[in-house]
């Protein structure tokens, strides 16, 4: 199996930053795609921002340049940088990843627990 595992969320003042970090550790033979959505009361789970293993990235136009996404390859972990946040940024943060399991095995998406940022004054 394969376990996702986020930190770094919290309450933040509006302007300010945060750092989330997901590691992804167990029967892992590759991963494809890391990426993170989030998840706002009352909508749908949406992209923000995600990283193929070639090290392109997208973004949802909401944090196109206050957003950063990046991955350490070695360690099997992705990170975002958020900055400039804002209250619409507030949502429950979800890690996402595309793992094979073994080189036979197709590439499926895990989900991990999720993280809460607050974004108020």
């Known amino acids: 199996q394969v376990q996702l595992v986020e930190s770094g969320g919290g309450l933040v003042q509006p302007g300010g930053s945060l750092r989330l970090s997901c590691g992804a550790s167990g029967s892992i033979f590759s991963i494809n795609t890391m990426a993170w959505y989030r998840q706002a009361p009352g909508k749908q789970r949406e992209m923000v921002a995600q990283?193929?293993?070639?090290?392109?990235?997208n973004y949802a136009d909401a944090v196109k340049g206050r957003f950063t996404i990046s991955r350490d390859n070695a360690k099997n972990t992705v990170y975002l940088q958020m900055n400039s946040l804002k209250p619409e940024d507030t949502a429950v943060y979800y890690c996402?990843?595309?793992?094979?399991?073994?080189?036979?095995?197709?590439?499926?998406?895990?989900w991990g627990q999720g993280t809460q940022v607050t974004v108020s004054s």
């Open positions: 996402n990843a595309d793992v094979k399991t073994n080189i036979l095995r197709s590439a499926r998406p895990y």
């Open positions: 990283m193929h293993s070639g090290g392109s990235t």
